[in-house]
């Protein structure tokens, strides 16, 4: 629905505001995300989940199943809901829409969204091992790569 479009846009952005100073400066821009970002991510099966209360979206966080593996993309609550455990019951209910590993690509500086991910569950990989993972399921660029993350969950054997 293309009001749904519009707020998932606004929390995006409204969230990711905490991005500004915190990551590279080459890295921000304005919008973060810009729309038609967001619809290319939905155009290649990026299913977005939100958290509503009544009309207004307070919330939301995408799944994209690669290959064997499920990536959780675009983990956001709007800031004035932020601490409320939204982030907590959107993530236990996209992992329960698969099975097998999960991965989670966040920036580096983003400490709070690693320990959040962390207290869910998920284990930062080894650098070595985040090159690889970034490279096979992101399309991020090189400079990306090389300040971001990756949390996983899950035996990633088959990598």
């Not at 995006?12 to 400066?25: L, R």
């Amino acid at each position: 629905m293309p009001s749904d479009f519009d707020e998932m846009f606004s929390v995006i952005n409204a969230a990711a505001e905490a991005y500004k100073g915190v990551i590279p400066d080459d890295r921000w821009r304005e919008p973060y995300m810009p729309a038609e970002e967001l619809k290319t991510e939905i155009q290649k099966g990026v299913e977005f989940w939100c958290f509503a209360m009544g009309a207004r979206l307070l919330g939301g966080m995408g799944i994209q199943k690669m290959g064997h593996v499920t990536l959780i993309r675009h983990a956001y609550v709007h800031p004035f809901h932020q601490h409320s455990g939204l982030g907590t019951q959107l993530l236990q209910h996209l992992e329960g829409l698969t099975s097998g590993p999960i991965l989670i690509g966040t920036w580096q500086a983003a400490s709070w969204a690693i320990q959040f991910y962390e207290r869910n569950g998920y284990r930062m990989t080894s650098p070595q091992e985040t090159e690889k993972l970034l490279k096979l399921y992101w399309n991020i660029p090189a400079r990306q790569v090389e300040t971001s993350v990756v949390l996983a969950r899950g035996e990633l054997n088959s990598q």
